[in-house]
């Protein structure tokens, strides 16, 4: 089949840029690191406020077999899917805009954070048992977490059981609570940063003031934000990098969250909890929090990247139209990656799941092995290299 090139001149093309894009999951790191606080009675009651949904759900066709999970299980790893909505509500069907995987190192006391990209071309299922190739973050909107879930653990090789699913009002209340954060802008952040505020504030119902512009594009300066702010900070596409960059911003307010939440006192994680854990749909129930919570206190951000690694842009024919993706070139090369990120003391061989997904794929979209973008050939990360930070 013919290669898909991007015609970035096309509709779909400058729809795809217009889109609004919201994020929500760096909340929940601060769900579990509260967990240390249930001492007291207030803080048990709090969590019970959370949307909690069944944790006995099926998850089918996991990729990984027994001994894998009970090998990451010796090795101290558990993993945690974490979803951020583009809507005040958590618990109804619609695209996951951010889907970001974290793994927990016990042994090594440190959270590794992944981001799945949303444009990212996967097989999501029919939602009966068949075969559909699209955005993966179609897959929560045809059947909500089980069948994000599903989609993860297929195409992924993974054993994922737990999930949070976060919207982005959360997260702007979390860092207001927080007193804001600190963050090194460009002068063309600025100008974007502050057009994203009108929507944000809308949409929160909270407040905000512009950012001063700086007096160039390339010209930097450290500025405070607000939760409108950081928000609209993390929902930038333009500027270069695409939804590529936006996942770093993502990953870096992350890590500014999880920083300053650990040095917060008592009364102010209180009122965190009190916001936001209304605005959390999971799986994961108070007790699991308590325990986790307790332990991560005294963990560290490891790394953060994004997937799929080795990458192209283009557009494929699926579900009766054209459509903009980013193709993982190949499937089976960058979960290999994935793994070794993730899971470095495990060896790891490819299932015949992804090996299959892998091959349609590529079949799919034209490009194969031969075509690993030249950036990637020594292993390096272009997202890792565009970090704005």
Not at 68 to 77: D, F, L, S
Not at 176 to 197: H, K, P, Q, R, W
Not at 343 to 348: A, D, F, L, R, V
Request: charged share 25%; net charge negative.
């Amino acid at each position: 089949m013919a290669k898909k090139k991007v015609n970035k001149k096309s509709k779909a093309y400058k729809r795809r840029r217009k889109r609004r894009v919201l994020f929500g999951v760096e909340i929940f790191v601060l769900l579990i690191l509260v967990g240390c606080l249930l001492v007291y009675s207030k803080a048990k009651g709090l969590l019970n406020s959370m949307n909690l949904v069944d944790q006995n759900f099926s998850i089918t066709d996991i990729s990984a077999d027994e001994e894998t999970i009970r090998e990451q299980k010796r090795q101290g790893y558990e993993t945690i899917a974490l979803v951020g909505v583009d809507s005040r509500e958590t618990d109804e069907l619609m695209n996951s805009d951010v889907m970001i995987l974290a793994c927990i190192d016990h042994n090594n006391k440190q959270i590794k954070l992944a981001s799945i990209y949303r444009d990212t071309l996967l097989n999501i299922g029919d939602g009966e048992g068949g075969d559909f190739y699209t955005k993966s973050n179609d897959a929560y909107n045809k059947g909500g977490y089980e069948q994000f879930l599903k989609m993860v653990n297929e195409n992924l090789d993974m054993n994922i059981t737990k999930f949070a699913t976060v919207n982005f009002k959360a997260v702007a209340d979390a860092i207001d609570l927080l007193g804001g954060l600190d963050v090194t802008v460009s002068g063309a952040e600025i100008i974007f940063m502050n057009d994203y505020c009108i929507e944000t504030s809308k949409a929160t119902g909270l407040d905000y003031e512009p950012i001063p512009e700086l007096g160039s594009d390339t010209e930097t300066a450290t500025v405070h934000l607000n939760g409108v702010q950081a928000v609209s900070y993390a929902r930038i596409r333009y500027g270069g990098g695409d939804d590529f960059r936006r996942t770093s911003r993502q990953r870096m307010i992350m890590e500014k969250m999880f920083a300053k939440a650990k040095t917060a006192g008592i009364p102010t994680l209180m009122k965190i909890m009190e916001k936001v854990l209304p605005e959390i749909t999971t799986n994961i129930d108070s007790d699991e929090i308590m325990s986790l919570g307790m332990t991560l206190l005294s963990y560290s951000i490891g790394g953060q990247t994004g997937f799929p690694f080795d990458h192209v842009e283009g557009t494929v024919y699926t579900g009766g139209s054209e459509r903009s993706v980013v193709i993982p070139v190949t499937l089976e090369n960058n979960v290999i990656q994935l793994h070794q990120y993730m899971y470095p003391e495990m060896s790891y061989t490819p299932s015949e799941t992804v090996l299959e997904y892998s091959s349609d794929i590529i079949e799919i979209s034209g490009y194969g092995p031969e075509d690993i973008p030249e950036y990637s050939q020594d292993g390096a990360n272009p997202v890792q290299q565009e970090t704005p930070y």
